[in-house]
Structure formats: C-alpha cells, structure tokens
C-alpha cells in the first residue's frame, strides 16, 4: 500500500469545513518517510489562503485517497492515508518543496510557492480487487 501511495501522481484530500462539512479537493503531493507533502502553487487561483489550508489550520486531521480504475476490475485498488496536517513555516518548507520539484516536472519551472502541508500518516489502509496485488 506504501509503494502504492507513493508512486501515485495525483491524491484527493479530504479535510472537514465548517460545520463539519467534507472538503475534497485533488492534489499532487510527494511522500517522505511517514510523511506527506503538499503545496499551493503557482496554478491560477483567486488567492493561496485556500479552503483546505483553513480547515487543517482548524482542524488537522485529514486523509489523502489514492486509486487506480481499470474496465478490467480485477486491477482495481485504492489506498487511504490518514493522518494529523500542519502547515510548515518557511524554514521547513524548502526541503518539501525541493523534495516536490523533483518529483514533478512543472515544479521545475515554476516553483511551488506555498505554503506548504506536511500529513504525518498515522494509518494506511487500502484494497485490491486482485488477491495478490502486482503490478
């Protein structure tokens, strides 16, 4: 399941709103250790103070989902990270982006420029339509 989250390129992030209301919103990340890493970057947006980043300042727990479909449904699988989010200050966030530079070519020519979310994962679990999940 490590292996899978890790090797995916796009996650949706789950964070609660107000009055507990679900907020779903998809993701590039990177994964170091027991560790998940996102950024707000230099896509348009209205503004970098993003609904997702509100809510794990309110509220951090959160889960990130990664899935693979296939019409062959034996090849289908999901994997969910839950964990405790907290935005890093700028000293700590060079190393998450430089770790998110070298994992996504469109970082390389533009800079994520924050801030920037570290998941420490404290559970994983998952599922594979195959018994014995390969690739």
Known sequence: MRQRLAEARVARLATLGA????????ITFTVDGDAIFF???KKPKR??????VRNIVANP???????????DWSRLWWVRA???AK???HSQAAAAIDLL????????LARPIGPVVAIAIQRIT???????PGR
Request: no cysteine; aromatic share 8%; net charge negative.
């Open 61 to 71: 727990s959160v889960s990130v989902l990664v899935d693979h479909y296939d019409e």
């Open 19 to 26: 009055h507990g209301r679900p907020h779903l919103v998809p």
């Open 47 to 52: 503004t970098t103070d993003l609904q997702r």
């Open 82 to 84: 839950d964990g405790t």
């Open 101 to 108: 530079v070298s994992r996504y070519e469109q970082y390389r």
């Open 87 to 89: 935005v890093l200050d």
């Open 39 to 41: 950024a707000v970057d």
């Open 126 to 132: 998952g599922w594979s339509a195959a018994e014995n």
